[in-house]
């Protein structure tokens, strides 16, 4: 185990010298020592827990680990969002003694949905949060249905929990599939806010007629806004001792983010049992900033730049509804690489009439043409089409210096603009990412 350990701190620094990948270091410490994942979890007795599904996979799993700290409890993550097993490894690498047994009272990882099971099949999590099913990266994973069986594959591994989405069709059946005297909670939204959903997630119409969705009980999360920034999370009826979270405002906006945390806030519950503090966790959900291209901020010169992580029709429809209303300038970079998913006709599944007022100044990314015709079929003009991002940045910047700007990228779209970025203005560095 320590040659494993020693062999993946050194992949991990030359790596890091380089600028390369952060899946390398996992690769080199898992030859040396196929069982690494087991090997180095043996010691978290606390919860080993995975957060999974298509949409909002970093941003809850950031605030999940901030409420858990906020309690006193030591936490493994994997911050950067590299959601391969490797690259889960090659994060623990930083925090690993010699020995190479973790030393944390939880483990809460972010995990991509079909990797998600090569985890379990080395370390049984104890618990599982399934987020929501929806189309994407179809070249990948074939189809919803598919990414669904994903999803009720982890929750039949988990040991002692799991947190379910009340109201995602495909998560909430996923019940039926838990193992005999393992926990189920869920989360989801109020009554009030339930004609909202459509604009959220996908449902699995084959059903509509003949499945009806649990009740919520007094141990599940419900999200209740009071006006579109600030909100509740209620369980049980939200009187009195019913540990109803808020009234809170999150840093990051938009009616996804409030779910995230909802979604966190009655998994931290379950993990924490009676020492959950309503107000601890309302405190560390305010301060926790948006992970890094999900409504993150950078100033440039005095202006304000948006940057915002798009990656499937669903994702796309709720950041333009997020976003996309406010009148500024806009950039759109769209990759087909690996982890972005090769198929991008799902940009045809998605309406860009918010854009049509102002219009988009750039396209850029590896389709940036396809991105500025799938425009043209909306009004929406395009100023400017370079495929090159550093290239596309520059001429947006310069072409709206005195302005707020917006950019909405694929996943290693954004991971090289956000580098670009942090090169030029001095940003926290995120290093090399999977998808």
């Known amino acids: 185990m320590t040659a494993a350990v020693v062999a993946g701190k050194a992949a991990r620094a030359a790596s890091r010298l380089r600028g390369g990948g952060s899946a390398l270091p996992g690769l080199v410490a898992e030859k040396v020592d196929p069982g690494f994942l087991a090997h180095s979890l043996a010691d978290v007795r606390g919860g080993i827990l995975v957060v999974t599904g298509t949409n909002g996979k970093t941003t809850t799993t950031k605030m999940l680990v901030a409420v858990l700290r906020a309690h006193g ?49 080395a370390v ?53 599939r838990v193992g005999s005297g393992v926990d189920v909670h869920y989360f989801g939204v109020d009554a009030s806010i339930a004609d909202r959903l459509p604009e959220l997630q996908e449902q699995d119409v084959r059903f509509e007629d003949d499945f009806v969705p649990p009740v919520g009980g007094p141990d599940d999360g419900l999200l209740k806004p009071t006006d579109e920034r600030t909100f509740e999370v209620i369980f049980g009826d939200g009187g009195a001792g019913s540990g109803t979270v808020g009234p809170l405002e999150l840093q990051q906006r938009g009616l996804a983010a409030m779910i995230n945390a ?113 425009l043209q079929y909306d009004d929406v003009a395009v100023e400017r089409v370079e495929p090159s991002l550093e290239p596309a940045l520059d001429a947006f910047l310069a072409a709206h210096p005195d302005e707020p700007k917006r950019i909405f990228c694929t996943y290693t779209a954004m991971m090289a603009l956000r580098r670009v970025l942090a090169a030029r203005y001095d940003l926290p560095d995120i290093g090399e990412e999977a998808s």
């Open 73 to 121: 409890k030591t936490v493994f993550t994997n911050p950067t969002g590299s959601n391969f097993t490797r690259g889960v490894i090659s994060s623990m690498l930083g925090e690993l003694p010699l020995r190479g047994r973790l030393v944390a009272d939880m483990a809460v990882l972010e995990l991509d949905e079909a990797h998600a099971l090569k985890f379990a099949d």
């Open 262 to 374: 909802t979604a966190a806030t009655a998994t931290a519950r379950m993990l924490l049992g009676d020492a959950f503090d309503p107000e601890r966790a309302a405190a560390a959900l305010r301060a926790v900033t948006p992970p890094f291209g999900r409504g993150e901020v950078v100033m440039v010169d005095g202006q304000p730049l948006e940057l915002v992580l798009v990656k499937n029709p669903a994702g796309f429809t709720v950041a333009l509804g997020t976003y996309g209303n406010t009148p500024v300038a806009t950039m759109v970079a769209i990759n087909d690489n690996y982890a972005d998913g090769r198929d991008v006709s799902w940009l045809y599944d998605v309406s860009f009439e918010s854009l049509r007022s102002r219009g988009v100044a750039v396209t850029s990314g590896v389709r940036g043409y396809d991105m500025a015709l799938r």
């Open 124 to 176: 049984k999590p104890t618990h599982a949060l399934l987020l929501n099913v929806a189309r994407d990266q179809l070249d990948r994973f074939a189809e919803i249905d598919h990414t669904a069986q994903l999803l009720a594959s982890l929750a039949e591994q988990a040991t002692t929990g799991v947190v379910l989405n009340l109201d995602d069709s495909f998560v909430s059946r996923i019940r039926d």
